[in-house]
């Protein structure tokens, strides 16, 4: 028996999914899997496992298991489910991969798609769920995808156990025929249920023309104008990053004060404040430098958890300009006056927000303004906002693109789908009739793809194919999945696995056909399995298998997680809002330029030249016990130190477990590598990016300008180069091992490293 109080009683009445619940729960006892499509806000996330405990699912030492594709969904849908049942944290929990709060007692248990799958490697059947729910399967992140086809095929084993696994699959759009209509996924089609969301008419206003380049610019005339002239109810705005939504965010604070208070400096103090203070107290408590990790909750995911709308830092949106160009339908804001007599309670919305911050924008505004929500698209289906009626959309998302073959990545901000163009409106409806600013024409709308393809056909996959290897499916090729990546993608992931020694080698004999067959079902060797044994992608998971020659462990490990933590240096080079901010950027970036010479060390150690100022700068941030201070007056991301920080504790604890013969533990004064140690590491970093290698172009080579001090790579046509911000731009040596390609204005390197000729086999 639940225990809720009278006003959440109320409010859970009003969700269309109560009306429903019986049915849903039939359907549930009755069939193995179920397909649950609603509305954003009809209750799916909050309900639903409401309705397996009372229906006696959580019961002895069963759990009811429900994954998230994103950390802010995972976290606060826990609150918000233990909140409405009146139960402890510790009975409905989360767990994420670094932290959580699942207990013995846990029934409910939110949790992102990546610790499931770490899961299901530790015990196949998932013994320990009698019910799995795969949450916001419509944003078809790779590990749901995933998740899905692995589940396609535990439920039927538990069946023949016995012990039978309920598979539940919800989504917020009725595009689902992928996961229904596909006999290899479930031979007998799942039966689907629709949930009837009450939904308010939403107006959609298309602007007669698309303002090219400034969307934000005309995002903010127009939130000007509504906040001006328009009845009550909150604003929820689209843009596509995080450097916007702050932009935008600074912007309207100084047009609209609230309280007449810097609100903006006021709130980011709290935040670092309490990230300090969280900090803290996590580091009183324990004896030992590190935060304990429970081994149990790492991920198989080397990023962020398929979170999309994770910053780069170096994508050019100038958006902050305060250009006041007639753009056709806006017509230009006579001027940016303060007006304090209409406060505008202004707020950002992003995954990488903190949890604190993030819960914000669900307790009602203070009393007399109007709440306005600056968010990128995790506003469009996990998180519903009370109180939006009006929602403005730039109609454009941020994705990472991949070149299939060269692997190649770039951010870009390119046009959403019509499908989620109608979520994104769909959400200003939910309380009564609303209003949805489109800042681009219907004849715009009617060019977008209907709906965005999956990720898991846009990017390499490696990764995924190590760890299906781990779970012993040799043939990738015949896995369920839900839409299965490229061929072309496939072979390229085994291909790289077989050189790093991942992957037994095929035999050399036979015809070609043969061997492209055989490589496609090779089995896993002993290294692969200590590779897929730790949280990052396979060619760092490669030097972390090497790294214990000659006591470079440590070095290794640090680096490893500074790769795999994007960004570790903040961005100086924007735009300034102000004429002080400029002085003080110009400042700042001499600042960060002279230490990043100091970290790339001196002598020799120069030659391990970006990895060599990420080893600099963690030292030197530890050194300083991770002040925020530090981080903020060298340039350095806080957020990214602490995620480095504890990503080392991650990798560390693995390496224990791996070799109890080892026993690392994190040094806040490591000591730099000797130069005897530089030489090695450079060798075990190329050892996992050895077709990541650049020659330069010798000036006798140099047929067209364009190469000058370009180096060649065997993967592309075109010349690469050192960004003038790597540590190596003034050297230029003749062979580099490099992190990663971005294109921006032309092919930089990342993460760049001089290496030996004699080194290349
Ligand atoms: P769905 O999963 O179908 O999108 P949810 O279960 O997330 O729907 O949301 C149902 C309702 O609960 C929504 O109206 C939403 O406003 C409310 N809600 C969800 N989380 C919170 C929260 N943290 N605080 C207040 N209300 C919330
Ligand atoms: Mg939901």
Redesign the pocket.
Do not use: C, H, N
């Given at each position: 028996p639940v225990d809720r109080s009278p006003d959440i009683q109320e409010?859970r009445l009003k969700?269309p999914?109560l009306a429903e619940e019986q049915v849903i729960m039939e359907a549930i006892r009755e069939n193995p899997v179920v397909v649950l499509c609603?509305?954003?806000?009809?209750?799916?996330?909050?309900?639903v496992p409401q309705f397996l405990y009372e229906a006696g699912y959580g019961s002895e030492n069963d759990i009811i298991g429900i994954t998230e594709p994103r950390r802010v969904a995972a976290i606060?849908?826990s609150?918000?489910v233990a909140m409405e049942m009146n139960l402890p944290q510790s009975v409905v929990s989360y767990q994420i991969r670094y932290e959580g709060n699942v207990s013995n007692e846990t029934k409910i248990k939110f949790m992102t798609d990546g610790v499931l799958l770490k899961e299901i490697q530790r015990d196949f059947l998932l013994t320990r769920y009698k019910v799995v729910i795969i949450?916001e399967a419509h944003e078809r992140s790779v590990y749901t995808d995933i998740l899905i086809g692995l589940l396609s095929r535990i439920v039927p084993l538990r069946e023949k156990k016995g012990s039978p696994l309920k598979l539940i699959i919800?989504s917020?759009t009725l595009r689902i025929e992928d996961f229904t209509n596909n006999k290899r996924l479930f031979p007998v089609p799942p039966p689907v249920i629709k949930?009837d969301?009450r939904q308010f008419p939403v107006t959609v206003h298309f602007n007669k023309r698309t303002p090219l380049d400034d969307y934000a610019g005309e995002c903010y005339r127009k939130v000007c104008k509504i906040h001006r002239m328009l009845p009550a109810g909150g604003i929820l705005i689209f843009l596509t990053g995080q450097a916007e939504v702050h932009s935008l965010c600074r912007r309207l604070r100084k047009t609209f004060p609230f309280c007449g208070r810097n609100v903006h400096n006021v709130t980011e103090d709290d935040e670092s404040q309490e990230v300090v203070r969280r900090f803290k107290k996590s580091k009183q408590k324990k004896t030992m430098n590190l935060p304990k990790i429970d081994l149990a909750s790492y991920s198989a995911q080397p990023l962020d958890e398929g979170d999309e709308d994770r910053e780069a830092i170096d994508d050019e949106d100038g958006s902050g300009s305060d250009l006041d160009l007639d753009l056709g339908d806006g017509e230009a804001e006579e001027d940016e006056k303060t007006d304090s007599s209409l406060p505008l309670y202004v707020l950002p919305l992003y995954s990488l927000l903190a949890p604190e911050k993030q819960?914000k924008v669900?307790r009602p505004p203070p009393a007399g303004t109007r709440l306005c929500v600056v968010a990128t698209n995790v506003a469009e289906?996990s998180?519903?906002?009370?109180g939006i009626k009006y929602v403005m959309d730039c109609g454009k998302v941020k994705k990472r693109y991949y070149d299939k073959v060269t692997g190649v990545s770039s951010f870009r901000v390119d046009w959403t789908s019509q499908a989620s163009a109608n979520q994104r409106a769909g959400r200003a409806g939910?309380t009564e009739p609303g209003h949805c600013y489109r800042l681009y024409s219907s004849a715009v709308f009617a060019d977008f793809e209907q709906f965005s393809l999956p990720e898991i056909t846009r990017r390499p996959v490696e990764d995924l194919v190590l760890q299906m290897k781990d779970l012993n499916i040799e043939k990738v090729v015949n896995f369920p999945f839900p839409t299965p990546p490229p061929a072309d993608a496939l072979i390229a992931a085994e291909e790289l696995l077989i050189s790093l020694g991942a992957l037994q080698e095929p035999p050399k004999t036979g015809r070609l056909n043969d061997l492209q067959k055989a490589k496609l079902s090779s089995p896993i060797t002993a290294l692969g399995k200590t590779m897929a044994s730790f949280p990052v992608a396979p060619r760092y998971a490669k030097m972390l298998a090497l790294g214990r020659q000659h006591e470079c462990l440590p070095y290794v490990i640090t680096i490893v997680a500074a790769m795999t933590v994007r960004e570790l240096f903040e961005e100086v080079d924007r735009p300034a809002v102000s004429e002080e901010e400029k002085e003080l950027l110009k400042g700042k970036k001499a600042r960060v330029q002279q230490m990043q010479r100091i970290w790339a060390g001196q002598g020799s150690a120069q030659k391990l030249g970006d990895l060599m100022v990420m080893l600099g700068a963690v030292g030197a941030c530890e050194y300083a016990e991770l002040a925020p201070k530090f981080c903020e007056r060298n340039g350095l991301r806080f957020k990214a130190m602490l995620e480095i920080r504890r990503l080392r504790g991650q990798l560390t604890t693995t390496v224990n477990s791996l070799c109890p013969d080892i026993q690392l533990y994190l040094d806040s004064k490591m000591s730099p590598p000797t130069e005897s140690q530089v030489t090695y590491l450079r060798q075990i970093v190329m050892s996992g990016l050895g077709d990541h290698i650049a020659r330069r172009i010798r000036p006798e080579e140099l047929l067209d300008e364009k190469w000058r001090n370009a180096y060649k790579t065997p993967l592309l046509e075109e010349p690469v180069f050192i960004h003038p911000t790597s540590a190596l731009f003034r050297q230029l040596p003749d062979f580099v091992v490099y992190q990663e390609i971005m294109e921006t204005t032309k092919m930089y390197m990342k993460g760049v490293s001089a290496i030996e000729a004699e080194w290349i086999p």
């Open positions: 409010a969700l999914i609603g509305e954003t806000g009809s209750g799916k996330t909050t309900q606060t849908m609150q918000r949450d919800m917020a949930v969301a819960a669900f289906t998180l519903t906002i009370p939910r």
